[in-house]
């Protein structure tokens, strides 16, 4: 007899899971596909590894159920879904449409009993079943011929629950999980149960009396006398809390298992769908046919592997590939090279290109013109080897992030993908992934290689004109192009780093560490694991009885900002928010740039992200320097390992002054801010004396406080919500405080109405060296994501202009550096900050040239300000 196996899916509780597992994600249209992306990652998981012959997802099919009737507060403690995640539901069904999967919702019940109904059904009928839910309610469900799988660690690492999991986990049956949730409730559901019976207590309880109806008539028998109240108080609570987790499995559902037969799904409408999502990396993931088939469409190309390199591979113009395997190219292998030109399609093998004179003479000519993929990479690849490349004129990584800064870039292939030059295969697909990853045989290579040289042949006329269209040419050639190289400088200088002393700061922060970890045994009077939310959550709000804020499928939420609300509550706030600081110190700081320093150098060399953020700004990660807390003195300790590179050398840094509120004084074109800056002016006092209708003398620290959350605030696109949140203070006065500013600085108000409005017209908004920012959402009828669109399109042109003008002051101190003959190196960029090591002899003259030269990046109608200092560590150049 044929096997039969049916698998039905809990879809609600897969995507809350998929949502809250995975972190906010959005295609090139601004829609959120978090949880979109997590459930396909789910079903192709349960595809392959179920192989079902019968399928089906089912949903609820609204907030009320007939649970309702018997329990009106049933499921009322839950949060209202995020509309990030409700929006994200037709998208989950098309997607199911397109898998060809059964889906099914009934009006007053919920998708678990769709699921309690259907299994019953094909278990009579002979069906193995698996059920997949996030919810372990579905345990009740479990038998000999049903499995249920729940979800745990994010979206596809699953627990298995049959009759002996059940038993060895429990030491209780399946039908006895409804009894359990009859006696401890379940508040993710707000079943009440009966209070202050848990789970532990409740298993006991069954184990000796079966089912909760032998219990409740068996109450004399069970030890303990408060216990025995409390079952005789909340018998009947009890009686319905087990109604309300019962599982109904005789639904009215007009689905029959036989109708929802799994035939596969379609290749060419998943792909469709794929690719309005923006899943490039799931698009040669859909089963071995759609590889097939995507491979089969890649038109046949021609190539050729010289025996030895001579000058007749090289042209005048030449598209120039680099293949590096790895993402951290400053230790990964080359493994080939690819030239296209109107000479021929030849692929290099890397050790013949490598040992050749004639190569390198080639890669550091600067008359012969290359188009590559990411010059900064190739450039730093290149150095190991002795070789600087020259004469790069075009990088089609950097003309697609110009073009579309939103777009994910995840190869070469995602970006031909976007002008439908389909003749290349991604690296995903072609190299594989994670264990099953390898290199292929030469020719395969080689192929793969050369088909991405003819991609960027392809490319650049379409990116060229595109950058024209947006009068981003200059931005383009001026900044970004110049800046990947000087970026690649610093990249290959790297940072020295004092390692003795990061570990004493690791000593130091460990014996730290213990001692808060005893103050808060101490005034908790218990000990437990500081670090699971789980433990916190039982001291803080129920021995320590704090006001909890939220709560999760889990139990108390004990994230930041909730504890942050509390610390004013109890001292042992403070201590946990202490202790959490020094642990993410010591973890990813310190640990974590211990072991990237490189043993031949001492130094840490960060990768620059030039093509990662969508204001411009630069990121760096490998290790991140621009993300060391240095709100705490321990943080700002760790500078201290940083050091010059040569002897008796100093650090040298240098900060723009408030650029983003100069920055928002010249596009907002504000005269009283104008003047206040020209002036020089503290503008923070000057924005409370406005505010506040104070004189000077009258402006008190606090005034002077709020108006500088304010003068930021406005910035980032602040709402009243957000600013009552920075000052303790109601929202309504916020939002009182935000319209004082506004009538103050009139010009700031029309600035924020007006950029609104042309990002509603023109679907973006621009920086002042014509950077854009694609804001798909400023449209959106859902009231927060318009809301959060129309932030954006206010503080982009701020913060990427800043982005663009400290780009701008790079450039220029790698020329003025160069001009003046100077050793002094420039080593980091760190938001505003430029950071240099030199030679004690040159810091007079860098205490003219620095700011000189940052001031005059870019000409407001404000002056720029630069401060600096300088010292033996980065920490003492401040």
């Avoid at 059920?131 to 009740?140: A, F, P, R």
């Avoid at 499995?249 to 029959?256: D, F, Q, S, T, W």
């Avoid at 709020?706 to 602040?718: L, S």
């Avoid at 009182?736 to 600085?745: G, M, T, V």
Wanted: with cysteine; net charge negative.
């Amino acid at each position: 007899m044929e096997k039969k196996k049916l698998v039905l899916i809990d879809g609600n509780s897969i995507a809350y899971r998929a949502f809250f597992a995975l972190p906010l994600l959005n295609n090139d249209r601004g829609i959120h596909t978090n949880a979109v992306y997590g459930f396909t990652m789910m079903l192709m998981k349960i595809l392959e590894d179920e192989q079902p012959t019968h399928i089906l997802v089912a949903f609820d099919a609204g907030k009320t159920t007939f649970r309702h009737k018997t329990f009106q507060e049933y499921k009322g403690g839950r949060q209202k879904t995020p509309p990030e995640l409700s929006e994200q539901f037709p998208f989950i069904r098309e997607l199911l449409d397109a898998y060809g999967i059964a889906r099914y919702e009934l009006e007053n019940y919920e998708a678990d009993d769709i699921i309690g109904t259907l299994s019953l059904k094909a278990e009579n009928d002979g069906y193995e079943v698996k059920v997949i839910s996030g919810d372990k309610d579905l345990t009740q469900l479990s038998s000999d011929k049903t499995t249920v799988g729940i979800t745990r660690k994010g979206i596809t690492d699953i627990e298995e629950y049959t009759p002996k999991h059940i038993q060895e986990k429990y030491g209780l049956t399946a039908e006895q999980i409804i009894d359990m949730k009859g006696l401890m409730g379940d508040t993710s559901d707000n079943i009440p149960g009966v209070p202050g019976v848990g789970e532990k207590t409740a298993i006991k309880l069954l184990k000796e009396f079966s089912t909760l109806e032998n219990l409740l008539s068996s109450i004399n028998q069970v030890s303990g006398n408060k216990l025995k109240e409390k079952l005789e108080e909340y018998k009947n609570q009890a009686l319905m809390s087990k109604q309300l987790a019962t599982i109904e499995r005789n639904a009215p559902i007009e689905v029959k298992v036989e109708d929802i037969f799994y035939e596969g799904f379609s290749s060419e409408k998943v792909m469709s769908l794929y690719k309005e999502l923006g899943f490039n990396s799931l698009l040669d993931k859909l089963g071995d046919s759609a590889t097939v088939e995507q491979q089969h469409e890649l038109e046949e190309i021609e190539f050729h592997i010289p025996e030895v390199i001579i000058e007749d591979v090289f042209s005048e113009d030449n598209y120039f590939y680099i293949e590096i395997l790895d993402e951290n190219y400053h230790y990964a292998d080359i493994i080939g090279f690819s030239i296209v030109n109107e000479k021929g399609h030849y692929f290099l093998p890397t050790d013949m290109a490598l040992q050749s004179e004639t190569f390198k003479n080639w890669a550091e000519d600067e008359d012969k013109k290359k188009t590559v993929f990411d010059a900064k990479r190739s450039e730093v690849a290149l150095r190991r080897y002795g070789i600087h490349l020259k004469g790069v004129d075009f990088d089609t990584l950097i003309a697609s992030y110009i073009i579309n800064p939103s777009e994910t870039i995840d190869d070469l292939s995602s970006i031909a993908k976007r002008y439908d030059i389909t003749n290349i295969q991604s690296d995903e697909s072609f190299y594989g992934k994670g264990a099953k990853r390898q290199i292929p045989e030469t020719l395969k290579l080689a192929e793969h290689l050369v088909r991405k040289s003819l991609a960027m042949l392809e490319l650049r006329g379409l990116l060229e004109d595109e950058l024209t269209k947006n009068e981003q040419d200059e931005l383009f050639t001026e900044l970004e192009m110049p800046l990947s190289l000087i970026l690649a400088d610093m990249e290959a200088c790297g940072v020295k780093v004092d390692s003795g002393r990061l570990q004493m700061m690791g000593k130091e922060i460990t014996e730290r560490l213990a001692e808060i970890e005893k103050t808060i045994y101490t005034l908790a009077g218990e000990t437990f694991n500081i670090n699971s939310p789980k433990q916190l959550g039982v001291i803080l709000f129920e021995k320590l009885n704090l006001h909890a804020f939220k709560k999760t499928k889990t139990g108390f939420s004990t994230s930041a900002d909730v504890l942050e609300k509390l610390v004013h509550d109890h001292e042992i706030i403070e201590h946990i928010l202490n202790y959490r600081q020094l642990g993410k110190l010591q973890s990813t700081y310190i640990e974590g740039l211990l072991k990237v320093i490189n043993p031949e150098t001492g130094k840490v060399h960060t990768r620059f992200q030039q093509a990662l953020t969508a204001t411009g700004r630069l990121s760096s990660i490998d290790p991140n320097l621009q993300n060391i807390p240095i709100r705490l003195e321990e943080g700002r300790k760790i500078r201290q390992s940083f050091v010059p590179s040569e002897k008796d050398w100093v650090i040298f840094a240098a900060d723009y002054s408030q650029i983003e509120l100069r920055v928002l004084a010249d596009i907002a074109g504000d005269a009283k801010l104008i003047e206040a800056f020209k002036e020089d002016l503290d503008i923070h006092t000057k924005t409370a004396m406005e505010v506040f209708h104070v004189a000077k003398e009258e402006v008190t620290s606090n005034m002077r406080r709020q108006a500088k959350a304010v003068n930021f605030g406005i910035v980032y696109g602040i709402s009243d919500y957000g600013l009552s949140q920075s000052l303790g203070i109601t929202r309504k006065e916020a939002g009182q405080f935000i319209d004082r500013y506004l009538n103050s600085y009139p010009g700031v108000k029309e600035y924020m109405d007006d950029i609104v409005q042309i990002a509603k017209q023109k679907g973006y908004v621009s920086t002042l060296l014509q950077r854009r920012r694609y804001i798909p959402e400023i449209t959106s009828r859902n009231f927060n994501l318009r809301s959060f669109a129309e932030r954006t399109a206010m503080n982009t042109p701020i913060q990427g202009s800043a982005a663009d003008i400290i780009k701008k002051a790079m450039i220029d101190m790698a020329v003025a550096l160069k001009e003046n003959k100077l050793k002094t190196r420039m080593l980091l960029q760190v938001h505003d900050e430029l950071i240099f090591e030199a030679p004690p002899e040159e810091i007079e003259i860098l205490k003219a040239l620095v700011p000189d030269v940052m001031e005059h990046a870019l000409e407001l109608k404000v002056p720029l300000k630069v401060d600096y200092a300088f010292g033996p560590t980065w920490y003492d150049a401040k």
